[in-house]
């Protein structure tokens, strides 16, 4: 079975404050993804990676950055967090080589991020 | 650019009667399609997906969709609806050419199963 496990499952923190949520995943996947999920939004595409050190930016970029040192982890992180980053999390990973693959997207549990 | 529109933004069953969640998609060409599903506090789950081969597509927990090109629709269905069925479910497309394929996400209609 396929493993995408997120750091924290809930994180209160400060305005203000830099903000670092981990990924990891098990299956040798290339690309990874981070998306935020608000209700009546559904999932919007934060950024993602096809490779090592590689990365793109998604739909809502602003206010975000990532990092991608090995394979299997992929953070994201909040320089610095505003109310308007309160939000869940969700972390991706798929198997395909590159950013055309239409391989099947597996989700972590999710990191629910209360920004005060 | 490919889109899709969840009709209703809840859907409230009894158990053991039929499941309809409707999602019409836009594309400019044959899009990919999939449904997933969030169980509370639980990461999204696969539950089935349409790349082009048979229009009807079965997937996990008794779950099918049929791929309507002619009504842009993609509807999923289940014949008998079970208490564990209560959950979020997405409807997604592929958006992208030749370039980066990215998933575009529905609004999300939240499933509701009664006794």
């Known amino acids: 079975d396929v493993k995408v496990t997120q750091s924290s499952r809930y994180l209160v923190k400060r305005t203000g404050e830099k903000v670092f949520l981990e990924c990891v995943q098990d299956?040798?996947?290339?690309?990874m993804f981070w998306y935020r999920q608000d209700p009546g939004l559904g999932l919007r595409l934060i950024y993602f990676?096809?490779?090592?050190?590689?990365?793109e930016k998604g739909d809502i970029p602003e206010g975000y950055s990532v990092s991608r040192e090995k394979k299997e982890r992929f953070s994201l992180i909040l320089e610095s967090a505003s109310t308007n980053q309160t939000s869940m999390y969700l972390c991706?990973?798929?198997f395909g080589r590159g950013p055309a693959s239409t391989d099947t997207q597996y989700f972590g549990p999710g990191t629910r991020l209360t920004v005060l | 650019a490919q889109s899709v529109t969840q009709l209703d933004s809840h859907v409230s069953v009894s158990e053991g009667t039929p499941v309809l969640l409707r999602c019409n998609y836009s594309?400019?060409?044959?899009?990919?399609l999939f449904w997933y599903v969030q169980h509370p506090n639980k990461g999204l789950q696969l539950l089935l997906k349409y790349t082009s081969a048979a229009t009807l597509v079965k997937g996990i927990n008794g779950f099918e969709a049929e791929f309507k090109k002619s009504e842009t629709s993609f509807h999923l269905t289940k014949p008998s609806a079970h208490m564990s069925d209560a959950a979020e479910y997405f409807c997604?497309?592929?958006?992208?050419?030749?370039?980066?394929?990215?998933?575009?996400f529905g609004t999300g209609t939240r499933l509701l199963v009664s006794p």
């Open positions: 991706a990973s798929s």
């Open positions: 299956m040798d996947h290339e690309n």
């Open positions: 997604v497309v592929i958006q992208g050419g030749t370039g980066f394929q990215k998933l575009v």
């Open positions: 990676s096809y490779d090592v050190k590689m990365k």
């Open positions: 594309s400019s060409y044959s899009p990919s």
